[in-house]
């Protein structure tokens, strides 16, 4: 079945090290997204991606970086330098229709310990 | 700026029973996408209705139907016979429609308890 699978669905880890958080989907969708969700805040946007090798910063980018190598792959890395990392990471993707579906994954919960 | 907003943080309603959920949303375009998004607690979300924002009749999905007001800038979602299973986190959300690389611009979400 085509879908979003992100990976590992819970993460923990110590203060001060970086971690990556997959995205993978075969959907054959152009456009990919991060969302980081946090209780009364709804969804905010830390990258997207349009298109392969290119992506652009969302609303909360800092402390965050990624890559777009593969259309279908777009990882998450939360660096040391993410002042309160713990959350619920949301990946999505559309196709370039600019109708706006998104389809989400199942999520990731990062706690920083 | 654009916003969306979601004014009930929480709701419940009886089962059977039928529930609306507000949303406003504050925007100068006058072509745009409307969304509400399902988040049940299995955390997949799941779109649940479109509306476009030219096209004046309301979206319906089997129980799920919208009352889109324009010019109010009011796109509330109705749940009709409400079901179990309809337990979620409900969230609106906007795109403008000129330009593809837009983001969708999300409300805070409404978590919606259905009592048995």
């Known amino acids: 079945d085509g879908g979003i699978t992100q990976s590992p669905k819970y993460l923990f880890r110590k203060e001060g090290q970086n971690v990556t958080l997959s995205c993978e989907q075969n959907l054959n969708h152009d456009a990919m997204y991060w969302y980081r969700q946090d209780p009364g805040q709804g969804l905010r946007l830390i990258y997207y991606?349009?298109?392969?090798?290119?992506?652009q910063k969302g609303d909360i980018a800092e402390g965050y970086s990624v890559s777009r190598e593969k259309k279908e792959s777009f990882p998450l890395t939360v660096t040391s330098a993410q002042k309160n990392p713990t959350a619920f990471y949301l990946c999505?993707?559309?196709?370039?229709?600019?109708?706006?579906?998104?389809?989400f994954g199942e999520g990731s919960r990062l706690t920083v310990l | 700026a654009q916003t969306v907003t979601q004014s009930q943080p929480e709701m419940s309603v009886q089962e059977a029973e039928t529930v609306t959920l507000s949303c406003t949303y504050d925007t100068s375009e006058s072509d745009y996408y409307l969304f509400w998004y399902k988040q049940p607690p299995s955390r997949q979300m799941i779109l649940v209705i479109r509306?476009?924002?030219?096209?004046?009749q309301n979206a319906t999905e089997n129980r799920f139907s919208v009352n889109f007001q324009k010019a109010a800038k009011s796109f509330s979602l109705k749940i009709s016979d409400s079901q179990l299973g309809d337990a979620a986190m409900y969230f609106c959300?906007?795109?403008?429609?000129?330009?593809?690389?837009?983001?969708?611009?999300f409300g805070k979400g409404t978590r919606l308890h259905i009592l048995p």
């Open positions: 509306q476009e924002a030219y096209k004046q």
């Open positions: 959300a906007y795109k403008p429609l000129m330009n593809r690389d837009d983001k969708i611009i």
């Open positions: 999505a993707s559309s196709i370039s229709d600019n109708t706006g579906e998104l389809f």
């Open positions: 991606s349009q298109i392969v090798n290119d992506f």
